[in-house]
C-alpha cells in the first residue's frame, strides 16, 4: 500500500516538473499546423479519374482509402497527431487540476484521451475499403472519446471563475457538431442524399475542433 501510494506521489511530482516546463500553447499550434498540413496534402492527392476531392462528396476517412495515393500521407499524419493529442490533453487537465477541477472527472477524462488516440490510430491503420469493420470499430471509439472529454472539459471549465466561457462553449458546439454529424450518417442508410449533409457535417465539426485547440491553445499562453 505504501509503495503505491509512494509510486503515485512520484508521478504526480513528474507530471508536474512536466507541466511547469512545456509550454503547453506550443502543442496546440503545432497539433493544429500538423493536422491541416498533412489533410491538405492527403486532399490533392486524393484525386484520380474516377472522382475528385471535395468538402461536400468526401469524408475525411476516404482520404485514408488504401486505393488512393492518399491513403500514406493520411495515415502517417493520423498516426502522428495522436501522441500530440495525448500531449495537449494531459496538459489541459493539469492546468484544469490547478484550477480546482475534479480528481474523478479529470482521471475519466484523462482516460478517455488515451482510448481516442487508440481509436484514432485504429481507424487510420485499417482502411474502410479493406478491412471495414476495423475502421468502424476505431471511428466510433474515436468518436465516443472526442464527445466524452469535450462534455468533461467543458463541464469542469464552466465552474472555474477564470476560464473565459468561450471555451466552454466551443465544446459544446464540438459535441453538437460531432452528435449531428453521426446522426445523418446513420440517417444516410434510410435516405441517401443524407450523405452529402453527413460529409458537410463531417468537415464542420473537424475545423470546429481545430478552432477549440487553437483556442484553448491561446488561453494557455496568455494564463502562463
Do not use: C
Amino acid at each position: 500500500m505504501e509503495k503505491t501510494v509512494l509510486l503515485e506521489e512520484k508521478n504526480m511530482e513528474k507530471s508536474s516538473n512536466w507541466y511547469e516546463k512545456v509550454n503547453g500553447s506550443l502543442i496546440a499550434y503545432f497539433g493544429f499546423a500538423f493536422s491541416v498540413t498533412f489533410l491538405t496534402i492527403a486532399a490533392m492527392l486524393y484525386s484520380n479519374s474516377e472522382s475528385t476531392f471535395s468538402l461536400l462528396t468526401t469524408y475525411i476517412s476516404d482520404l485514408g482509402a488504401a486505393s488512393r495515393n492518399s491513403f500514406l500521407v493520411f495515415a502517417v499524419g493520423m498516426i502522428i497527431s495522436a501522441p500530440v493529442r495525448v500531449a495537449f490533453g494531459l496538459y489541459l487537465l493539469k492546468h484544469l487540476e490547478s484550477e480546482g477541477g475534479s480528481n474523478k472527472t479529470l482521471k475519466n477524462t484523462a482516460r478517455a484521451i488515451y482510448i481516442g488516440a487508440i481509436g484514432s490510430i485504429a481507424l487510420a491503420v485499417f482502411p474502410h475499403d479493406v478491412f471495414r469493420i476495423g475502421h468502424m470499430l476505431g471511428s466510433f471509439v474515436y468518436f465516443f472519446s472526442v464527445v466524452i472529454i469535450q462534455i468533461n472539459v467543458s463541464r469542469l471549465e464552466l465552474r472555474m471563475k477564470n476560464i473565459p466561457k468561450y471555451l466552454p462553449a466551443l465544446g459544446i458546439v464540438v459535441v453538437v457538431s460531432y452528435v449531428m454529424f453521426l446522426t445523418f450518417e446513420i440517417s444516410e442508410i434510410i435516405f441517401e442524399g443524407f450523405r452529402y449533409v453527413a460529409i458537410a457535417l463531417e468537415w464542420l465539426a473537424y475545423f470546429i475542433l481545430m478552432t477549440w485547440l487553437v483556442m484553448h491553445g491561446y488561453y494557455i499562453q496568455k494564463s502562463k
